[in-house]
């Protein structure tokens, strides 16, 4: 092969080779703001630290699966009881006041991981459970008499009917207009 030959097919590999590296590179970058929130994105902005992904490599690692009798997931189940990371009301906030004249509070809890199929979720208000325990995690509250209430979140074993796991209590405030000041305008 002549030089100029050699010389051309070098520099097409040479540039074959650098774009497969850099195809198999994605550079995000990554903040940290004020609230110690992390945002990752794929264009730089201020205060941003450049991150370097590795895109070539797109494996799954699959659980090895054991055999285990039913049994020994009993004995598991009652050596370490299950708790959720987090249990708590996520709306109202505590010490939160309502405006609500009808009375109507809705209550939003905040549950991870997902609630297992054999618990249910029972709002206390007051210390004293309010309607019957549900698998989902919003409660509507009507006729809420005005004044200072609390509120928590106990998780409920389906079949036991035991209480597994209690939320913090909050206190919620129902603001609601006094009819002993409905004057009318004549």
Avoid: C, W
């Amino acid at each position: 092969m002549r030089p100029l030959v050699k010389m051309l097919l070098a520099g097409v590999i040479g540039a074959g080779v650098l774009t497969a590296l850099a195809a198999n590179e994605t550079v995000l970058y990554k903040k940290v703001d004020k609230d110690g929130n992390v945002i990752f994105t794929d264009k730089p902005i201020p205060g941003s630290t450049p991150v370097k992904v590795n895109t070539d490599k797109n494996t799954v690692e699959t659980p090895r699966s054991s055999f285990r009798t039913r049994q020994e997931v009993n004995d598991e189940d009652s050596e370490e009881a299950f708790q959720y990371e987090v249990l708590a009301i996520d709306s109202p906030q505590n010490d939160e006041g309502i405006r609500a004249n009808d009375g109507n509070i809705n209550i939003i809890a905040g549950i991870t991981p997902q609630l297992k199929a054999e618990h249910s979720l029972q709002l206390v208000i007051d210390g004293s459970a309010y309607g019957s325990a549900q698998k989902l995690p919003y409660f509507n509250l009507t006729n809420v008499d005005r004044g200072t209430h609390t509120a928590s979140i106990d998780v409920i074993n389906d079949k036991t009917q035991e209480v597994i796991q209690s939320s913090q209590p909050i206190t919620f405030h129902v603001l609601r207009a006094s009819r002993l000041h409905n004057k009318r305008r004549n």
